[in-house]
């Protein structure tokens, strides 16, 4: 087995890309968008004798790189030969990194029985338990949801939600399967627009749909 890099020793060796969550990101910003098309066919070029493609996200002009790493957070000598290629790509086409635009986000949800809490929302997301226990999405678009251990209940109601908006016709599902995974219906006076379900704990979530609003004027 290869050795794996600590966390700033791959950050030396990558000085464009950034360490956040397991992964090392790189985000450049192109002229225009055949560009950054152009930028993503050369990095699959390069990246694919390696073994390692890289996640890709094109917004735009933007163009947003990700490269796993171990679940422990050590970074593999492919690691860093994938995203040296892809430094290399960069620097044909004159492209610079931008490292000030990079941010991850994760929600946190205090509990006092994760085991009991995370599988209501496995369930209402229908997303994947990844590394570290984490509830994510296996398409890397959403945030994480991580669980931090409670010793005794917050006296106030927790104030944040998700609203997790799927097809009208995913919806029924989704809602059972979450209520099977432990968690209870808070309200459905506003539904087939929205449900409101909460986990075991009270922590609330909302699956939307676009059925049962207002008509969009025009």
Known sequence: MADKLTRQAASDALPTWRFLLQRMHLTVQASDVATAFDFVA???AVAAPLGRQPDLDVRGTIVHLAVSTEPAGGVSDADIAVSRAVDS???EMGLTSQPGTLTVVEIAIDAMDIDAVRPFWDAVLGWDVIARDDVQDPLRLGPALWFQQMDEPRPQRNRIHLDVTVAHDEAPG?????????GHLVSDSRAPAFWILADPEGNEACVCTWQGRDPVPG
């Open 89 to 91: 790509v960069v620097a």
């Open 174 to 182: 989704r809602i059972e399967r979450a209520l099977a995974a432990g």
């Open 42 to 44: 050369r990095v699959g």
